[in-house]
């Protein structure tokens, strides 16, 4: 069984300051690890994916995250926070017939606010 | 990356009529899409699979005779809200995986249900 827990339900940075999202999982075999990004009535944009390949994943707009097995944890992580940066983010594990019928397990989502 | 576009974004309904949610693949084939629903603040709820030529598998919990859902072809699948009551407001979000098991999922931007 796999599931995903997100430590922080909200954080708050100041503007130009870095950002640190945690997320723990935990699955059965080798997973795919996602973060996605959801703006307020949008749908979910991907940031980066981890597919067993390098453990530390650079995405979009700046964010990178680092998959570390021994902590089973798939923290994302960005130098410097922008205005635009505040958004609902949501980290995701994916395995071949794990969670629902999507095979996918969502986390309940780390609300980002960012201070001018 | 590939695209997923939902239709209509927003939509405002009276109590006891219907309403119906377009899922469209813009540059790929997808033979299975997926429902999903969220509630204000929460993460992303899976309503059902959609197969193409077939029946939806619905998850439990989801009444399959309030939410119709039909995969007529490999680019569109459609989400029908019967009878709709305020309860049923909501945020309805489809999604679809590009050929094979690569875990990625595209998101559509989803469709903000209002229902009077």
């Known amino acids: 069984a796999q599931s995903v827990t997100q430590l922080d339900s909200h954080v708050s940075v100041s503007e130009g300051t870095p950002v640190l999202l945690r997320c723990n999982y935990s699955?059965?075999?080798?997973?795919?690890l996602f973060w996605y990004v959801q703006h307020p009535n949008k749908g979910l944009q991907l940031l980066l994916k981890?597919?067993?390949?390098?453990?530390l994943v650079k995405g979009i707009n700046g964010f990178e995250a680092e998959f570390k097995k021994s902590e089973t944890s798939f923290h994302l992580t960005k130098p410097s926070a922008h205005m635009s940066d505040a958004a609902e983010y949501f980290c995701?594990?994916?395995?071949?017939?794990?969670?629902?019928?999507?095979?996918?397990?969502f986390g309940k989502g780390t609300h980002l606010i960012i201070q001018p | 990356g590939a695209v997923v576009s939902q239709h209509p974004s927003w939509v405002i309904c009276k109590s006891g009529t219907s309403v119906k949610i377009e899922c469209r693949s813009l540059?790929?084939?997808?033979?299975?899409m997926f429902w999903y629903r969220q509630f204000p603040k929460q993460s992303l709820m899976l309503m059902a699979t959609?197969?193409?030529?077939?029946?939806?598998?619905?998850e439990q919990g989801v009444e399959k005779d309030k939410f119709l859902i039909n995969h007529a072809s490999l680019t569109l699948s459609t989400l029908t809200v019967t009878s709709a009551h305020p309860e049923d407001s909501s945020f309805y979000i489809c999604?679809?995986?590009?050929?094979?098991?690569?875990?990625?999922?595209?998101f559509g931007e989803g469709s903000r249900l209002t229902v009077l």
């Open positions: 999604s679809a995986r590009t050929s094979g098991w690569s875990g990625e999922l595209f």
């Open positions: 699955s059965s075999y080798s997973p795919s």
């Open positions: 981890y597919t067993s390949a390098a453990t």
């Open positions: 995701v594990v994916s395995e071949e017939g794990g969670g629902g019928a999507d095979g996918l397990t």
């Open positions: 540059d790929f084939q997808a033979t299975t």
């Open positions: 959609s197969n193409e030529g077939s029946k939806a598998t619905y």
